[in-house]
Each structure stands twice: as C-alpha cells, then as structure tokens.
C-alpha cells in the first residue's frame, strides 16, 4: 500500500481545531481562510451602508451566479442561490405540481429531510439499494425495476450520502428520461468533488456549495432545465418576483446573502489550487484510509466510485442498527479517539464514511484505525 503525501499547504488553509482529526469534511464542509475573509469582509460592508449593500444585493448575486456556473459548467440562467438542499428539494418538488395519485420514486440511501420533502407532497415508492450492490449498472437496475404506472418523479442521489457511491449517473438519467420520468437529483456533494457535476442534465439538480465547493455555510445551488422555470414558486414574497426565475428564488428582502456573494471565491480557490490535484489527492488519501480500516476484524469495504472524495465501510454486524446507535457510536469515537466520522445506520449493521480533504495527512487515517481497533475489541 503506498502512502499519499500531504497537500503543500493544504493544512494552512483552514482554522480546524488541530488536536481533532476531521475526516468527516462530507457532512458540514469547512472554509478556507481565504473564503471567510471574503466573507467577513462582505458583512462589515453590509453593516456599514445597509442602504447601498442591499440594494445592489440582486444584480450582485446575479454576478456571483455566473461566476458560480462557470465553474460547473451551468447556464447562469437555469441556476438560482438556496441555502442548502433541502430547501432545494422542497422548491423542486413543488415545481412538479403532482396530483395526488402520483408517485415519486426515492431510495433508502436518499437524505433523510429531502426523502421527507418528497412524502409531503406525493406518495413515495421506496426502492431499496442493497449497500453491497456491485457497480452503478447493478444500481441503475434497481432504480428501474422500482418505477410503476404512476411513477411521475425520480428523486435520486448523485453521490449517496451514507455509502459515498454515485446513483444518478449519466445513463440512468437517459433512461429516466426516455420512460418520461421528471428526474429530480439530489447533487449535495457533487460541487467541488466532481468535475461535470452536472453530467447527464437531469431536470432539477441541487448542490451544496459549502461542503467540497469551500464556500461559507448555507450556500448551495438549484439548477433547472428550461421546460421547468417558470413553475418553480419564489420562497417568499419579494420586489424581484416579476423577474421570475431565479431572481425572484434568490431575493428574500432583508436577508444575510454574503454567503452566496463569498460563494464563488471558494470554487475560485479549487481553481488556482489546481481542481485535478485536489480531486487527485482527497481521492488518493481516502482511498489509503478506507484500506487502513479494511484491515481491521470485521470491517468490510463497500463497493465505490473510483475518485470520490469519501469511502465507506460496513461496521460488524450488530453495530449502529438505528439513528440512535449511530450517533452514539460517532460520539463516542470523537470523545475517545478526538476523530470526526460519520457513522450511518442500517438494521442488521450500520457503516463508517470517511472523507478526505487538503487539510488532512495519512497519519490522521492511521490514528482513526488504531483507536478504533481498540474501540472495537472492547465490545
């Protein structure tokens, strides 16, 4: 096995507590110094003439915007500033107008709130991804074999969360679209980690920025194809509601919007890093420490997406069987070993995911093994 090397400088970059080992970068992101001076200036120039910041606040997200889409390969058009994914899925979902007979089609590896947003407003037709399931063709099988008559939606993956594998790949998408099924994709990790993260142009697609994409919290992006924008409904109320989509999504009035203005300096960053070296190495130190944690007794890698930034492996049977053993689990490996994991749930055995960033070194991989070699032979 060989040893990935450190990113130069890549430790710098980031105000992380250094006495926490913080491979759990998929869940909550972290901002780069860089970014958050951005930010920090962005606030101190709202609160010194609240008059001019806000009302420039429209045309300067629009500039964002561009820059934004630029990067992911976007029409600046077809994408709107939310603040997460959540909110994304609630206003996509809402877009779709399904009766009340319509079907929409999720998985049990999908996000658990934006699973929830789709049961608010139709009917849902779970299909279950065996974590052990071969390759995306395999996945791509069970999604379709999951469809009915009265199936109007897809809402699907990218990248799941818990198994840190791609479901809404490109072909999928093609299938989906042939059979008349609106696809709706579920892109939180895909900024910043993939490079065409929207490969496949699915109908409604959404991202998080502030997790692989460097920008501060509550920033993401909700891509819409054309056939689609204008039913898309505005949060709230406001004064940019007759420029429809996607100002009239962007603009909540008197609101924080520096997150999203300091937005593109994150994936502008990714860039002057080299976005292929940044792929390259958190893809190369994951994949050592998803090997390092294979070695240990009862442990069992999962099949993965080669170049993803985030690995998981099966905990012995047992272990994590609901939400609540999950994080006690996670808690108790953060208080004993100082190590930040996601530990997801499963009901005969949950899993461990692991994420890989510039920030991070191999030894921080091997510290999380041995502790929790020891964790684990003790019951």
């Not at 969360?161 to 999928?172: I, K, Q």
């Not at 860039?271 to 190495?281: K, P, T, Y």
Request: charged letters at 20%.
């Amino acid at each position: 096995m060989s040893t990935p090397t450190a990113f130069p400088g890549g430790v710098g970059l980031f105000r992380l507590t250094p006495d926490v080992v913080h491979l759990n970068h998929g869940s909550f992101g972290a901002v780069p110094t860089p970014v958050a001076r951005v930010h920090q200036d962005l606030l101190a120039e709202a609160a010194a003439d609240p008059d001019a910041f806000f009302l420039g606040v429209p045309d300067r997200l629009a500039e964002a915007r561009g820059r934004v889409a630029a990067h992911l390969g976007a029409d600046p058009e077809g994408l709107a500033f939310v603040t997460n994914a959540t909110e994304a899925a609630q206003l996509s979902l809402d877009a779709l107008r399904l009766d009340a007979d319509d079907e929409i089609l999720v998985t049990d590896h999908g996000y658990g709130t934006v699973v929830a947003a789709a049961a608010r407003r139709a009917r849902t037709v779970t299909v279950a991804l065996d974590p052990a399931l071969p390759d995306e063709d395999a996945v791509r099988e069970a999604v379709l074999a999951g469809l009915t008559p009265r199936t109007k939606a897809a809402l699907l993956d990218h990248i799941s969360s818990p198994t840190a594998r791609t479901v809404a790949g490109p072909r999928l998408l093609a299938e989906l679209r042939e059979r008349g099924i609106t696809t709706v994709v579920d892109g939180a990790h895909a900024p910043g980690m993939l490079a065409e993260p929207l490969a496949g142009r699915p109908d409604f697609w959404f991202g998080n920025l502030h997790k692989w994409a460097y920008a501060p919290p509550g920033s993401a992006v909700l891509a819409v194809a054309p056939a689609h924008r204008a039913r898309v409904p505005a949060p709230v109320p406001s004064w940019e509601d007759h420029r429809g989509f996607p100002r009239a999504v962007e603009y909540r009035a008197t609101a924080d919007y520096t997150g999203w203005l300091a937005a593109p300096e994150g994936l502008d960053l990714i860039a002057r890093l080299g976005a292929d070296e940044v792929r390259a190495h958190n893809g190369a130190l994951v994949r050592h420490g998803a090997e390092l944690l294979a070695e240990l007794p009862g442990l069992t890698p999962l099949p993965y997406t080669e170049g993803l930034a985030m690995r998981s492996l099966r905990l012995p049977r047992g272990l994590a069987r609901t939400q609540q053993e999950a994080a006690a689990l996670r808690e108790e490996i953060a208080a004993r070993l100082g190590c930040r994991v996601l530990i997801w749930p499963w009901p005969d055995g949950g899993g461990i995911r692991i994420s890989g960033q510039v920030y991070n070194r191999p030894e921080e991989y091997e510290r999380l093994t041995a502790g929790l070699r020891t964790l684990l032979a003790e019951g």
